[in-house]
């Protein structure tokens, strides 16, 4: 791991050591999570009927995702590096709808093709190579699998305030935030389709009351009408990706 890796992992590890409620343990706020969660509701469907299809989270923090996907039907499987993240994620899931494994994003633990979905929220804002990780989630997906992946945007009104401030005081970058382009093009270079590229609008955490206004009818018809805002507000994208079958169909 690089020195910034490093620096994440213990930060998770704090978190989870520090927190009990499951947004301070992934370093979201409250409504970063419940915004989250309501996109994620939003664009995984419950799994098909007959034997389990594999789910598997990438970066699964408290597990939230992963109970949500063994509840819409999946074998849900949490992967995380931060050990005391695992602990705080089997803690809130004592029946045991999900299975969780420390591992590394860069070698996953699975053969290839093993997998039918990969969920990953806030990890590539973590990773100094995101597009490494993007090849090793590939490796694994079935062909025709699917994949829901987040990138903090470099685009947003907030990541160029941030940007900016960090220049001049010349402070090393806290996260790491991607072009919404260049990691669609990560996505189509390792054999995934860009089947939808989502905006997520968060309000700034000194207040969170503003989720109201992100949620009227008028902002959010600006919001799918106008590209310009979408980018400027988006603080983050969810893309969601169908891997290639090996007759060039996608999920």
């Not at 074998?75 to 420390?102: E, F, M, N, Q």
């Not at 990138?151 to 996260?175: D, E, F, I, K, N």
Request: hydrophobic share 45%.
């Amino acid at each position: 791991m690089t020195g910034f890796e490093d620096e994440w992992r213990a930060r998770f590890e704090r978190f989870a050591r520090a927190h009990s409620n499951e947004a301070s343990i992934s370093g979201w706020s409250e409504v970063g999570l419940r915004r989250r969660v309501e996109l994620f509701r939003a664009l995984v469907p419950p799994a098909s009927p007959g034997p389990a299809p594999v789910a598997l989270e990438l970066g699964c923090g408290a597990g939230t995702y992963v109970r949500l996907l063994a509840g819409l039907g999946y074998r849900a499987i949490g992967l995380d590096y931060s050990l005391p993240s695992l602990g705080r994620a089997l803690d809130a899931d004592p029946g045991r709808k999900g299975h969780y494994v420390a591992g590394d994003a860069y070698a996953l633990p699975s053969g290839a093709g093993r997998v039918d979905l990969v969920v990953s929220i806030g990890v590539l804002q973590a990773l100094s190579r995101p597009e490494q990780v993007l090849a090793e989630v590939a490796r694994v997906l079935r062909p025709g699998g699917s994949l829901v992946v987040e990138a903090l945007s470099s685009r947003s009104l907030a990541a160029q305030a941030r940007g900016l401030h960090s220049r001049l005081r010349r402070l090393p970058p806290r996260v790491l935030v991607h072009d919404p382009d260049t990691v669609a093009g990560w996505l189509r270079d390792r054999g995934f389709t860009v089947l939808e590229r989502i905006p997520l609008c968060l309000p700034p955490r000194r207040f969170p009351a503003l989720a109201r206004v992100l949620d009227s009818d008028a902002v959010r018809s600006v919001i799918r009408s106008s590209p310009f805002v979408a980018r400027a507000l988006g603080h983050a994208v969810w893309f969601r990706c169908g891997r290639m079958s090996a007759d060039g169909r996608s999920a």
